[in-house]
Antibody, heavy 118, light 107 residues
Framework: EVQLVDSGGDLVKPGGSLRLSCAAS????????LNWVRQAPGKGLEWVSC????????YYAGSVRGRFTISRDNAKNSLYLQMNSLRAEDTAVYYC????????????WGQGTLVTVS | DIQMTQSPSSLSASVGDSVTITCRAS??????LNWYQQKPGKAPKVLIY???TLQSGVPSRFSGSGFGIDFTLTISSLQPEDFATYYC?????????FGRGTKVEIK
């Protein structure tokens, strides 16, 4: 069974840093591109970043480029999001999501972890 | 960036009704269009991918159509568990972008 478990969310002050993790199981981790998607309280979904299976390709939303860094450890089946220079507008639930191999939809999601910048 | 315009932003319907949600892309995305359902406090769940393919396990009352710019999600015979928020998302080119969501409420 595919599982993604998000962790690391916390209350942090503006300008601070935080590292999110996503532990994966139930599939060949290194074969899949993984994403971070966030949702501010009461708002819609916003894609944040993605990383290919080999880490060769990395993309960011303009709102986080230069402040956030996505990475993965295929030996540990884990995905990470290093968030620096945090702002109040980064407050959100952050989800990791697996991207399917063909149509690139997000076919599995973590349960989400809450980041509050205040 | 590809903008996704979803409408309506909310709708009220009764159990048994048929509802349609539309999504328009700012440029052609061929069939790289996905639909998600999200319930309060839960992660989104994919319903339809590649514009019209039903995700495994999703009831057949959900259907999707469209190509290029205009897409629709139809729920025939709305059930109590279908009251939720629905999002479209393009997977044609990064940055991946979502519509603003449609909240389906009970009339």
């Amino acid at each position: 069974e595919v599982q993604l478990v998000d962790s690391g969310g916390d209350l942090v002050k503006p300008g601070g840093s935080l590292r999110l993790s996503c532990a994966a199981s139930g599939f060949t981790f290194s074969s899949y591109t993984l994403n971070w998607v966030r949702q501010a309280p009461g708002k819609g979904l916003e894609w944040v970043s993605c990383i290919s299976g080999s880490s060769a390709y990395v993309y960011y939303a303009g709102s986080v480029r230069g402040r956030f860094t996505i990475s993965r450890d295929n030996a540990k089946n884990s995905l990470y999001l290093q968030m620096n220079s945090l702002r109040a507008e980064d407050t959100a639930v952050y989800y990791c999501a697996r991207e399917s191999l063909d149509s690139r939809e997000f076919d599995y999601w973590g349960q989400g972890t809450l980041v509050t910048v205040s | 960036d590809i903008q996704m315009t979803q409408s309506p932003s909310s709708l009220s319907a009764s159990v048994g009704d048929s509802v349609t949600i539309t999504c328009r892309a700012s440029q052609s995305i061929t069939t790289y269009l996905n639909w998600y359902q999200q319930k309060p406090g839960k992660a989104p769940k994919v319903l339809i991918y590649a514009a019209s393919t039903l995700q495994s396990g999703v009831p057949s009352r959900f259907s999707g159509s469209g190509f290029g710019i205009d897409f629709t999600l139809t729920i025939s015979s709305l059930q109590p568990e279908d009251f939720a928020t629905y999002y479209c998302q393009q997977s044609y080119s990064t940055p991946w972008t979502f519509g603003r969501g449609t909240k389906v409420e009970i009339k």
